[in-house]
Every structure is written in structure tokens, then in C-alpha cells.
């Protein structure tokens, strides 16, 4: 259902939006500034990286942190001004809505609220384990490594956000249809 604003309401999202957007792109610049560093004084490999990729690992960190906590906060104040739903609801709806799913729905309803945290995870641990695959190949040079490692986590990234894509119309063409097929009751 689409929420018509007044401008009253427009001026207090946006300023959650920014404030969150600020707080989460700090907190991640200063997780990522921290990660640098402590792998600067552990790694002897980092030490010698160019100051541009260690710059993009402190902005992965910073727009991945601002990106989760600005959806977050944003879910969270939504659901606070206009509730989980509206109370004209047919009880088959909220019924439905209510009942316990299997453990695939669970799964499913779990990836779709968190996938943006699920995606920066899985970039995070697929550029980790191509650095770490290619720091044992040592027939090539550590810009190729550096590279190749990237593309991985990118194609990584580009194929999980194609299925994230595809989840999410699927469960929401498949939600579309379940409530069209309701008999629709008033009181």
C-alpha cells in the first residue's frame, strides 16, 4: 500500500536518512580505517599494497556499513509510524501472515530482510579467499594477483546480487498472485 507524505513526514525521513547515512558510512570508515591498520602492523604482504586498494577496502567497509544501516533504520521507522500492517486486514491475510511457515519460508523471509548484510558478507569472504587462493599461486606477480582476486569477488557479487534480483521478484510475483486468488470478506 503506498503511504502518501506530508511534507512534514518527507522532512523527518529525510533527516533519518541522512543522519543514518552518516552514522553508517563513519561507523564503516572507522571499522575499515581500524581493519587497515591492524592488518598494516600483522601482514607484511599489506604493508607493501598500494595506499589505492587499501582506500577501497576503507570504502567497501563505509558504503556497505551506511548502505545496512540506513535500509535498517529506515525498515525500523517505517514499522513504528504505520505498524507491521494496516487493521482493515481480512483475517485470512493476517492468518496466513501468522501462521508458521516451514523452514524454507524462514529461510527465504530471512535472506530478503537481510540480504544487503548477506551480499557484503559474501563479497567480503569471496575477495578474502581469492587474495588468499592467489597469494599461494607464485607464478604470477602481486598486481595480477590483486586483479585477478577482484574480478572474483565482483563476478561473485554480480551472480548473488542476479539471484538476489530473481528471489525477490519471484516471492513477490508468487505473494502478488496468493493474495488476487483471496477471498476477499468485509465485516
Known sequence: MVKILT???????????????????????????????????TWPFFKRLPIGIKGSLVGAC?????????EGQNIQYERALYGNGSEEEEPAKVAKLTA?????????????????????????????????????????????RLVQARMYAQALTIAALLGVTVLTTAFTDEEKEREAKMPHTSF
Open 7 to 41: 511534507e512534514e513526514e518527507e522532512k523527518r525521513i529525510d533527516r533519518l536518512i541522512i543522519n543514518n547515512t552518516i552514522i553508517g558510512a563513519t561507523t564503516g570508515a572507522l571499522v575499515g580505517l581500524t581493519g587497515v591498520f591492524l592488518l598494516n602492523k
Open 62 to 70: 563505509s558504503i556497505g556499513a551506511m548502505t545496512i544501516r540506513a
Open 100 to 144: 508458521p511457515g516451514g523452514q524454507m519460508d524462514s529461510a527465504v523471509d530471512f535472506f530478503l530482510q537481510h540480504k544487503y548484510k548477506i551480499l557484503f558478507g559474501l563479497w567480503a569472504a569471496a575477495a578474502s579467499a581469492s587474495v588468499y587462493k592467489l597469494y599461494l599461486n607464485k607464478n604470477i606477480s602481486w598486481t595480477q
